[in-house]
């Protein structure tokens, strides 16, 4: 998959998806309780984030090839 110039990585599924997990293993590593709901809830969004962009970026291309 190419992504054009322009694009910012929280703008592409592969980038939101590396946030996730950036996200998820600080989460892992986070001893205060807060922080550690707050990094693991950002974790979720980003995944979501990432699942409806690819949803998106998988119509396109479908779309580009018919």
Do not use: F, Y
Request: glycine share 4%.
């Amino acid at each position: 998959m190419t992504i054009p110039h322009a694009r910012r990585a929280e703008d592409t599924s592969a980038g939101c998806q590396v946030r996730a997990e950036s996200d998820a293993e600080l989460a892992r590593q986070e001893p205060n309780d807060r922080m550690r709901t707050r990094l693991e809830s950002s974790a979720s969004v980003w995944a979501a984030r990432a699942t409806l962009l690819k949803r998106l970026e998988e119509g396109r291309a479908r779309s580009a090839e018919a």
